[in-house]
């Protein structure tokens, strides 16, 4: 059984200083690549929900070599607290 993608998105950012969308699926590709739904915009999506839901935040940004935006973002008390209620530890990253 595999976690929800979003909660898999907030699970991959536990204990990390901060990560990218890229850095994310990268990440995330060994388990979710297959997936129709595995894309950047979706991903975008579900980071910009976290983010409005108070579980992740932008930390910095940049623009890269292709001149896009690369927006990084670090999980906050809340989103620690989320993932420790309702991630069970065998899914744990950290």
């Given at each position: 059984m595999?976690?929800?993608?979003?909660t898999a998105v907030l699970n991959e950012l536990d204990g990390e200083k901060e990560l990218n969308?890229?850095?994310?699926?990268?990440?995330?590709?060994?388990?979710?690549?297959?997936?129709s739904q595995f894309n950047k915009k979706l991903y975008v999506e579900h980071i910009m929900a976290l983010e409005a839901n108070g579980l992740v935040e932008l930390t910095s940004y940049e623009v890269d070599e292709?001149?896009?935006?690369?927006?990084?973002?670090?999980m906050t008390q809340e989103g620690?607290?989320?993932?420790?209620?309702?991630v069970d530890k065998k899914y744990r990253k950290a």
């Open positions: 595999l976690l929800p993608s979003r969308v890229n850095q994310i699926m990268s990440r995330l590709e060994p388990t979710y690549g297959n997936e292709k001149d896009e935006l690369v927006c990084f973002y670090r620690q607290a989320t993932v420790e209620k309702y």
